[in-house]
T-cell receptor, first 116, second 113 residues
């Protein structure tokens, strides 16, 4: 596709529900990132994939957060038993490069999660 | 925890003026520095990056880097109302995990017509 596509754009969940957020990166981009952006803050790193391999998940806040990219293209971020503090915009980004020089990220529009 | 600090603003400048946005970082080993622009409700987009000390110019934008002072800035000349956005400074850490960016909180810029 022309850009990084994320869905859903908006999600309202009741506390305790599970949610799944989808990211379709730019075709051919090797690297895929998930970031979390709280209101009034900059994006914070969650996890990084190179192709289908999850090379870094150090930013995931808890074991309720899980991400996968099984075929090296589309990625899903899953949050189990959502809590109010999970409310944020979840940004997916992709990059054509591998590990080095991946500062040029192409971000999707984000999925805004609100947990009631 | 490596940090990237920015004044949150808002920074308000009149149309046609120079807007100066500043960023300091704590990781002395960082080698590259990125400026992203984020319009309200939209995703960040890369507008400038700089690796070397000194200035880098691209159109109305100039990035300035001083590694000794751990300071990077973004100048926007002839500011336009369409430049009104939040500007995010981003720095990858030194060492093996240089693929992940640490973002500042961003500076909200308002350009008044």
């Amino acid at each position: 596709g022309a850009g990084v596509s994320q869905s859903p754009r908006y999600k309202v969940a009741k506390r305790g529900q599970d949610v799944a957020l989808r990211c379709d990166p730019i075709s051919g981009h090797v690297s895929l990132f998930w970031y979390q952006q709280a209101l009034g803050q900059g994006p914070e790193f969650l996890t990084y994939f190179q192709n289908e391999a999850q090379l870094d998940k150090s930013g995931l806040p808890s074991d309720r957060f899980f991400a996968e990219r099984p075929e090296g293209s589309v990625s899903t971020l899953k949050i189990q038993r959502t809590q109010q503090e999970d409310s944020a915009v979840y940004l997916c980004a992709s990059s054509r490069q591998k590990r080095r020089d991946t500062g040029e990220l192409f971000f999707g529009e984000g999925s805004r999660l609100t947990v009631l | 925890q490596k940090e990237v600090e920015q004044n949150s603003g808002p920074l308000s400048v009149p149309e046609g003026a120079i807007a100066s946005l500043n960023c300091t970082y704590s990781d002395r080993g960082s080698q590259s520095f990125f400026w992203y622009r984020q319009y309200s409700g939209k995703s960040p987009e890369l507008i400038m990056f700089i690796y070397s000390n000194g200035d880098k110019e691209d159109g109305r934008f100039t990035a300035q880097l001083n590694k000794a002072s751990q300071y990077v800035s973004l100048l926007i000349r002839d500011s336009q109302p369409s430049d009104s956005a939040t500007y995010l400074c981003a720095v990858p850490p030194s060492g093996g995990s240089n693929y992940k960016l640490t973002f500042g909180k961003g500076t909200l810029l308002t350009v008044n017509p």
